[in-house]
């Protein structure tokens, strides 16, 4: 079992020194790309030493941030959004490790959602437990947010009576880590039914 774990906490470790080699070996690159447009233009308007020998690098880094925010803005649009996912799974096909970083944005975004005034619960709706966020409620009603695994993504929304309701309270930060587990301890969470013996 510790050489299964130490092996899992290994691989990990592996897949985020590769990838984050990776994207600095891409900005070095695009930034040295972006130096050679960059550095001629900062000459003619006075700002090649503007911060001394690193200025062109400086201003490339800016470029950078300011391409970023566009693009980002660029498929915030709704003709552009739909297509969004299909890149981010190609994305994901070409290097699977980009999954795991996909998974904690997601969870992050989630988690900054969830901040309010949600209550992590795990509720039984039809004879079977959901993980599920009760995002608003009054002395009759409750609307549920049920979501997925592993990044507690929104499945589905329902508007159940309050007294029909069986729903056993958790933390936020419960509901990710299990949910990131794929559900592995929601079980240790239920209340145990008493078995009937029969004579």
Known sequence: ???????????WGLVVTVVIAAVIYILIKVIGFLEVFIAPIAKRLGMANLFGEITITILSIVAIIVIMFI?????SMPF?????????????RLYP???????????KMNVQSASGNWKAVLALIDDQYWPAFITEENEEWATLNVVYAPNSDPMEV???????????????????AIN??????????????KSVSQN
């Open 1 to 11: 079992m510790k050489s299964a774990k130490l092996k899992n906490v290994f691989v």
């Open 71 to 75: 693009l980002g803005a660029i498929t």
């Open 80 to 92: 552009i959004s739909r297509y969004r996912q299909k890149f981010e799974d190609l994305l994901v």
């Open 180 to 193: 990131r587990m794929y559900g592995k301890g929601f079980i240790s969470m239920l209340p145990r039914t």
């Open 97 to 107: 490790p980009l999954s795991y970083f996909k998974v904690m944005a997601d969870e």
């Open 158 to 176: 329902l508007v159940a009576r309050k007294d029909s309701l069986h729903c056993i309270p958790m933390t936020t930060k419960q509901m990710f």
